[in-house]
């Protein structure tokens, strides 16, 4: 009777305890999980119910979605969501306001493979995935920046959408913070082949504190810089650099 | 045996106690981030250390004694309303030069929200702050955190209009009364009103035409819909036909929060009561609900989550009646002064800007939005004081003419907005496409006529979890009619399940939630036991002494 009603209390005073903090956001933890080294090269097999790049990119907007990639960059985490460019083998996907807690956004590493479920979707040109879930997957591949520099101007370059990529030789048009604000985003125009196009150091990707954003705070037009970032869309070509260097 | 047994029925008790009142306390109407927010509020709440006295109002304002004020302010990707701010400082600080004013802007009002909720607990939050009474209400979860304005508004030496007061102030009944009532934060006024805006139709006059229709006085929802699904028949190449274009979406709404808000409020149909339960998730919404997943499905309808800024689709000749604040009307129109698309693809037409549709006609509503502003309390209520004389500076009626003209905004003060400068302002819509661009003009005047017939929901802690919920039930349901999902009781009724959890609106609407009722009933279960164990001892115990 006695070791009953002590395990009865027990019991209670443990549901009792979860219940009242079952609404707390999970507590972050600046813990990284450790990844292995980056391997040479990421997967080309996807696993059974997955889509192929190719498959993807030929299915509709709003239907369902199911890919395998690799992160590559993390542009916010905020009420427990994160924003995310990931790439595989053949093409890139960008996970918009993927539902994570700020613990599963810190394991979310740059090379880190995960397989999402989500809905494929367009704002403003960018094609992306919603009101998805993830798991993490075995694997890690950091891509490499896929030279679109020829691109430039061709109706192909979309193909390329959300991929890390880089530009070679671009002329520095002008450079100019949003609201006229340090710290904010900052728009750079870049010429190449007597065509403008509109760049940005996107804030919340790569901060006031990043060495890409010093560098191009730094440019001054007429200017001839490499420029790497993801091929971001906003109602046209709308890169967001990563990294930059002066020629 | 009997007190080991006695002992162990309290501990159950206590067990089960404990954790249950923590259950109770839990279920707030506030979203995730904002039960975390609370809590950080709550802690300077019940910190010594860190709360503040009451502000009480000083006799005199010291000149002599040297400030520094911050000032929390919002433009909307405008830099004229950035130089207008610069500007008002400047002004103030050469009429008391003991007063220096930093200002820290911001592109939106949830990083200035989020921002002054992470400094209340250290007492660091800005001296002045544009912010909303929906916000002011959460502020207020702090002991003496937002200065109240009652001891301040109406002082003879530095109150509104003032003898003390060194610029031309208005008093307080040249505030639109209809304005400064929003500012009513907990019964008292907490804020003060800096500009107002409201939402506006934005109409493709000859797309309407075009299509053979007839924009009406009053626009009602019934026309909307009709002429969105008249658009959507395509030619023989598979365009548009009205645009000849692939791409067309006749009726985008930017903000779905306003426009639940706005369709409960017509109806009457139930949104939330004065202090905070929740109406919202009721049969009449339900109604609204069906109506809006049938033209999400034809794709007649969209949002801004969805499709992206109205006024970039509606200048791009691919959508006609776009429904946007009021302060966002230099974006909108073939003539437009600021442009979020390429130059090439923009098309000519006439833009007609309208009150947002009514289910009613003979008696419109429109919601009332705009910035207002606060100011929160400090050890110095000499500092607090050279706040409020700030704040009252930004009242002046040549900063709110100014500010005004940046967008479709309309001057908070019935003096700037009767003013010989407004009027002529006003007077000279459609000079040219920048100061007097026709459609901004037309964007304010469409406020200035309907002022009376404005509203505001019922701000409380936690009202923005509702305002969010509102929005979501029209966005879940225009992503699902998108995906081919189909809807019905069930799904609805799964759907105000879903938002309600998400939103943590189930305490508000029904009570505790639904697991502080588990736990109670296992109170009052155990503590039957404890009653019964104690009534039977007593009875052997009589027993016993009677053998």
Known sequence: MKKLLVLIMALVMALGCLAACGGSNDSATNDEATKDEAIAGPDTEKSEGVMTYAEYAAAALDSKVVIEAYVQGKQSWWDNKGTFYTQDADGAYFLYEMPCTEEEYNQLTVGTKIKVTGYKTEWSGEVEIIDSTFEILEG?????????????????LINKQNMLVSFDDMTVVSIAYKNEEVGNDIYVTVSKDGANYDFCVEAYLTSAETEVYKAVEALKAGDIVDIEGFLYWYNGVNTHITAVTAN | MKNYLRLTLILICIAVTVPCMLCGCHGTLVSDSDADISSDIATNDMGVENALNEFVMPENFDTEKKHTITFWAKNDTNVNQTEIYKQAIREFESLYPNVKVVLQ??????KIYNDVITNIPTNTTPNVCITYPDHIATYLTGKNTVVSLESLLENSKYGLGGSEV??????KNEVVPEFLEECIVNGKYHALPYMRSTEACYINKDF???????????????????VSEAAMAKDENGNFAVNGQKIMIPFIYKSTDNMMIQMTKQLESGYSTDDGKVLLFNDKTKELLYTIYEHAKTRSFSTFKISSYPGNSFNAGQCIFAIDSTAGATWIGSNAPLIDISKENLVSFETVVKPIPQFDVENPKMISQGPSMCIFNKEDPQEVLASWLFMQYLLSDHIQISYSQTEGYVPVTSRAQNSDVYKEYLSRKGEDNNLYYDVKISAAELLINNTENTFITPVYNGSASLRNAAGQLIEEVAKSARRNEKIDDAYINE??????????????????????IWFLAIIAIVWVILIGYFVISMIRKRKNTVE
């Open chain 2, 495 to 516: 759907l105000y399940k879903t938002i309600k959890s998400r939103y943590k609106l189930e305490t508000i609407e029904g009570g505790l939630p639904a697991i502080s």
């Open chain 2, 166 to 171: 060194k610029f031309d102030s208005p008093s």
């Open chain 2, 105 to 110: 802007l911001y592109n939106d009002y949830g």
């Open chain 1, 140 to 156: 890690n591949w950091v891509a490499e920046a896929t030279d679109v520099t020829a691109l430039l101007g061709k109706d192909e």
């Open chain 2, 208 to 226: 309407v035409e075009k299509l053979g229709y007839t924009i009406p006085d009053v626009l009602t929802w019934d026309f909307i819909w009709e």
